[in-house]
């Protein structure tokens, strides 16, 4: 029998020796991956270390290159163990060449396993997502894959991000009793500090999976309460997991915790493409009750924009009778009262035009190019001679470059800087600021509304862009409501900032050239 060569057991791939279709030679790796003693090897067919079958494909695939096609570099092949308890699939590359005895083929062979089951496991995970379910329901996403993770016996933690900090929010596959799934379970509905969570905050800042062989060894000493997990995974015999970002919009929403004694980097893979699935679910969930919203908006809008043009007409008779008899009246309780029949009735007609008005299509705009500051200045003049804010003798601070353009039509955006700005001057307290600033950013420009006065409570931030909300007693509440609508229309976006300060809208509108066309963003 040749002799060993020295360096055949140096590689950590199993490598096999063949001369005809007799093993001259193989390392000690090849024979682990078999389960076998290198003698035990050495001498055997390579047809019977081969899974059934398998020697048919082998022979077509050297048939393939012999008649000079272009064949694969690494060829899966299914391997007999040899006690006959399985088989074990590896990926293989072959190698022809000659020693001083004649043709020999040289084959390399690692141990495929891991990729196998990862694969399998997307496909499992793969045919969850077309299950007939609710699709927007990404605890019935995970409800569906937690026989999969038992089957494995994976424990598996959804943690939501909130606020610099991680909440447990499921614990799945962790039967009763065991040490993992009874840590995770004392977590959910408690919020830790990232800090507090080394790992978890790394996922955080990189917004990229994290997989680490041995999650005990790893965890530093600072982190709360890791002696109790470290004493949990060495119990449970579990020394590896991975951690993968669930991301909107480049934001990490949750974080899927998975930890196994056996989980390999590819399984980490199949793992991420799972927590992306869950990703797209809450994109759809988010999209569907916006639709639902905005299709109740739509109905409720149309409903109340017929029912605006109708009682306009009423109303102006209304208000046309009440001047007449206000003149008739001689005692100071009836013109009292006869002003207060006024002031209603005006708000109500108020009411009426600026919800005809917020029904508007951007459809039916003339979009062109108009100049930013002269808009600004335009709306201040109309916001000092509105009956509500006339006698406000606020001072405004401005800072809006001139030169820069946005695309829109006059009325709509006269109309909504109008709107910022009649609020702005009734909120803010006597003789008080109101600052409006503009600054390009690449293709949009920032435009922010501030005034002095008692802040709005963020968690009103998209409250108070609905229909009918109002802060104040004789608001209308659709004011903002029309903004809103308006700004989005255009292509821009809004929103309340939080501040202690006072009150502050930042409006973000794309940037035109004086043609109406969009400009470049020049960086």
């Known amino acids: 029998m040749p002799t060993q060569p ?23 790796a090849f024979a682990a991956l078999v389960g076998a003693d290198a003698a035990d090897v050495v001498g055997q067919r390579l ?7 398998e020697r048919d494909r082998l022979t077509s695939f050297e048939e393939q290159r012999d008649a000079g096609w272009q064949t694969p ?47 399998a496991l997307m496909g499992r995970l793969a045919e969850i997502a077309t299950r007939d379910r609710n699709v927007a329901d990404p605890n019935a996403l995970l409800d569906d894959a937690e026989p999969i993770f038992l089957e494995l016996g994976w424990r ?69 309460q890791a002696r109790r997990l470290t004493e949990s995974m060495i119990e449970a015999r579990l020394s590896r997991s991975v951690w993968c970002p669930v991301l909107e919009h480049d934001h990490v929403l949750y974080v899927l915790g998975v930890t196994g004694r056996d989980l390999s980097e590819h399984d980490a893979v199949a793992m991420q493409l799972f927590a992306n699935l869950l990703a797209h679910t809450l994109r759809i969930g988010r999209l569907r009750e916006e639709l639902i919203r905005n299709e109740r908006l739509a109905a409720i809008g149309e409903a109340a924009a017929f029912f ?20 008739r009246i001689d005692d100071d309780v009836g013109r009292q009262l006869v002003d207060a029949i006024g002031e209603e009735t005006a708000r109500l007609r108020k009411m009426a035009d600026e919800w005809l008005t917020s029904m508007r299509r951007s459809s ?20 000092r001679q509105d009956p509500l804010s006339v006698r406000s003798e606020a001072t405004f601070e401005l800072a809006v470059p001139g030169g820069v353009h946005v695309p829109g039509d006059r009325l709509l955006l006269q109309r909504t800087l109008v709107n910022l700005l009649t609020n ?54 659709l004011g903002l409501a029309f903004v809103k609508r308006a700004v989005e229309g255009l292509g821009g976006r809004i929103v309340l900032e939080d501040r202690s300060d006072g009150v502050a809208f930042s409006l973000w509108l794309p940037i035109s050239d004086r043609d109406g066309s969009e400009a470049l963003a020049t960086g």
């Open 308 to 327: 605006a043009h109708e009682v306009r007409n009423p109303l102006a008779v209304v208000v046309n009778a009440t001047e007449i008899l206000a003149r």
């Open 156 to 224: 598996v933690g959804f943690i939501e991000i909130v606020d610099d900090g991680a909440t447990t929010r499921r614990i799945l596959a962790a039967p009763e009793g065991d040490p993992v799934g009874e840590y995770g379970r004392g977590l959910v509905d408690q919020q830790t500090p990232l800090e507090q969570t080394a790992i978890i905050a790394e996922v955080v800042r990189t917004k990229k999976m994290v997989y680490l062989d041995n999650l005990p060894v790893l965890m530093p000493s600072p982190v709360a």
């Open 6 to 28: 020295a360096l055949f057991d140096a590689p950590p791939d199993g490598l096999l020796a063949v001369r005809g279709d007799v093993v001259i030679h193989v390392n000690r």
């Open 364 to 383: 039916a705009a003339s979009p062109t190019s108009l100049e930013l500051s002269q808009l600004v200045n335009e709306a201040i003049s109309a916001a």
């Open 47 to 53: 047809t019977d270390l081969l899974a059934s079958g």
């Open 424 to 477: 702005a001057l009734q909120h803010v307290p006597r003789r008080g600021r109101v600052r409006v600033s503009a600054a390009p950013e690449a293709h949009e420009v920032h435009l922010r509304i501030f005034n002095e006065g008692p802040p709005i409570p963020h968690t009103m931030a998209e409250t108070i862009f609905q229909p009918f909300y109002s802060t104040r007693k004789a608001g209308t509440g």
């Open 73 to 119: 570099v690494t060829f899966r092949l299914r391997l007999r163990r040899h006690d006959g308890s399985g088989e074990v699939p590896a990926d293989v590359r072959f190698v022809h060449t000659t020693d001083d005895e004649g043709p020999l083929l040289v084959i390399s062979a690692r141990d495929a396993s891991g990729v196998t089951r990862a694969e």
